[in-house]
T-cell receptor, first 114, second 110 residues
Framework: KAGVTQTPRYLIKTRGQQVTLSCSPISGHRSVSWYQQTPGQGLQFLFEYFSETQRNKGNFPGRFSGRQFSNSRSEMNVSTLELGDSALYLC?????????????FGPGTRLTVT | SQQGEEDPQALSIQEGENATMNCSYKTSINNLQWYRQNSGRGLVHLILIRSNEREKHSGRLRVTLDTSKKSSSLLITASRAADTASYFCATDRAGNQFYFGTGTSLTVIP
């Protein structure tokens, strides 16, 4: 099976802009989770989608949003970018929701906000 | 705040030695998972142990879980240079959120 893919791999944006990141899960996986990784805060959970519904959400402001499509592909959107949003954004797919099963991670999107 | 904290933050050993890293967490969990991250392969799942399990093995990996102490340990036996990576524990909390620890940076010297 093909692994989790994320596009784009690298992105440079200007403060105030918005950005959309895409994630394609492993075939058959219905759960997609998103994480932000920074040197200062480590890996932080953003949200989880399962069958097109947001099931769980981390402690991030409303500027961070996401959605999942009927084919389980997911997008994450960050509006009004801030310098502190510079990070590696990782998505992971899982066979089931609620973190009951192992998660398979994509390579990540490296976002730089200038 | 993060659910898990790894100890030590950094560990350097010779190839062939064993490496042990510990993880402590704060609230009740359903399961605990260990992941490895290096620049070549990204974040990779290693092992999952459920709250009703005490020990689990996978190849050279041995994980223990002590729910009374809210702690887990990961033992890598007969380490190899390729084991050089950051290791993270991750826990769910009632299946609502998924918390990663701060990570242990392991360096295996050939």
């Amino acid at each position: 099976k093909a692994g989790v893919t994320q596009t784009p791999r690298y992105l440079i944006k200007t403060r105030g802009q918005q950005v959309t990141l895409s994630c394609s899960p492993i075939s058959g996986h219905r759960s997609v989770s998103w994480y932000q990784q920074t040197p200062g805060q480590g890996l932080q959970f953003l949200f989880e989608y399962f069958s097109e519904t947001q099931r769980n959400k981390g402690n991030f402001p409303g500027r961070f949003s996401g959605r999942q499509f009927s084919n389980s592909r997911s997008e994450m959107n960050v509006s009004t970018l801030e310098l502190g949003d510079s990070a590696l954004y990782l998505c992971a797919s899982s066979a089931g929701g609620g973190f009951v099963y192992e998660q398979y991670f994509g390579p990540g999107t490296r976002l730089t906000v200038t | 705040s993060q659910q898990g904290e790894e100890d030590p933050q950094a560990l350097s050993i010779q190839e062939g030695e064993n490496a042990t890293m510990n993880c402590s967490y704060k609230t009740s969990i359903n399961n605990l998972q260990w992941y490895r991250q290096n620049s070549g392969r990204g974040l990779v799942h290693l092992i999952l142990i459920r709250s009703n399990e005490r020990e689990k093995h996978s190849g050279r990996l041995r994980v223990t879980l002590d729910t009374s102490k809210k702690s887990s340990s990961l033992l890598i036996t007969a380490s190899r240079a390729a084991d050089t990576a950051s290791y993270f524990c991750a826990t769910d909390r009632a299946g609502n959120q998924f918390y990663f620890g701060t990570g242990t940076s392991l360096t295996v010297i050939p």
